[in-house]
């Protein structure tokens, strides 16, 4: 991981102060600090796979981490993403056998579970890979002779995002862009002096991931839960008058209902917002429940990093709602047409990005559909237009991603899995606006499967669970377009319109 001189220095000069804090447990930095080494001599004496047949360059040891948020998380990253190591980090919570294809792909040198007894364990003992349980190690954590390597160029992160197709792609990349972004990152967010920071997120998924690095880069603590609970949340921000929350739209809008008939939190000094984008009810929310916080939003890509950051309150100047904000500080924005000419401001186009923080590239799953890099420089197939001033508005996102919850959800992902369950003979799937999840997901099916709570128990043993339509209809005839393709966009209408052509299908 692109820390280890701050990690050593905060472990120095502060050993005794917490470092993270999950439900109650706490890791200090100079625990932390002694762990990780302790961590580092045993992957350094594993065996090399005999399996591995991925391209990583100066990779010596590739540990997955599969742990959900447990306290051992970071322990376990800070030493497997130093030099000469890097770290794949897998969701515990995806599909058993997509977790299987992930970690058959990989090879890893070693697992690192949270429960021997998991379907990651299973799986990876199944494959013949050395599993670890944290908090049943079979090595001495006092041993810890040296320091970890200082940091070095070369990849060290592995990570997953959902694609067009029902595979997740792997990105990689390497020390210097998250060292540059968080370098930034410290002046622009305001963390020279290590404020307490809340992301109540899976470590898994690039915010809560980045927001836990940024925090101990900074030498702050860093508060998280194993399991999602609103009220928990909000009973931490008061209890540790938590300084500075980083979480998507969703998270916050069930804080604020867990929280309305108790006092505001005050100790909130700042709230970073991403995933979704804000509208004016959420920051009108927001602004009551934490009547002292700066409220912030950025936009950004797993693949591409920061692109935007914008002050909706508390700001020098508050920017429009309707945009993300201006390029973050390094990164230049242009809008471009199909043929990826510049169009200019007030015109639509895909949004393409010239910046030192793009991810290197896709170890599997580059469909050609999201995230490439050209001369006109590098996109996620995102539409949007800037003004004058250079302020962006994302319009949507290519390809037909829905953004739910802060997730990125794919219609073919859900669409492939509802295209399997017994009695659907094909399947649509589209976002609806939502005050909550920001986008509503649906589905549209034919055939005889009528009932939607076999087709959502149908998604739960396929998806995860943010993916999960939320609402079923019924199609007897698609309306079909003159090269025999379903025309989604009259579907669409006729579930918005409540035209006959579909039925809400109800228990």
Sequence with gaps: MPIHAQLLRHATERPDKPALAIDGRSLRYGELSLRAKAIYGFLQELPHSTRRTLDLPGVEKLAALSLGNHIGFAEYFIAATAWPHAAAVIDPMMPPERIERIIERLAPDVLIVDDEASPSAEIGRRLGISVITAGAEPFDFTETEGDLPDDAEGIFLIGFTSGTTAEPKAYYRSRGQWRRSLDRGRVIFELEDAPSTMCPGALAHGLALYAMVEALDAGGTFYSV????????????????????????????????????????????????????????????????????????????????????????????????????????????????????????????????????????YLWGDDGQAFRVTEAGATVGDLGELDENGMLRVIGRAGGMMISGGNNVYPAEVESALKACPGVDDAVVFGLPDAYYGQRIVAVVSGEATDPKILADYCADKLVRYKIPRQFYHIGSWPMTSSGKIARGHVETAVISGDDLVLRLSA
Excluded: C
């Design 226 to 361: 194993r399991k999602w609970d609103a009220e928990a949340v909000a009973r931490t921000l008061s209890a540790e008058e938590i300084e500075r929350l980083v979480a998507v739209p969703t998270h916050i809008a069930g804080i604020s209902r867990a929280w309305a008939a108790k006092p505001a939190l005050t100790s909130l000094r700042d709230v970073l917002t991403a995933g979704a984008k804000l509208d004016v009810n959420g920051v009108e929310s927001m602004r009551r429940l934490f009547p002292k916080a700066r409220i912030r939003e950025y936009y950004g890509a797993s693949e591409i990093g920061f692109m935007t950051v914008s002050t909706l309150v508390g700001g020098a100047v508050d920017f429009p709602i309707d945009r993300v904000g201006q390029a973050y500080p390094g990164v230049e924005i242009s809008i471009r047409d199909p043929d990826e000419n510049n169009v200019g401001t007030d015109v639509p186009g895909t949004i393409f990005v010239r910046s030192d923080l793009i991810a290197d590239g």
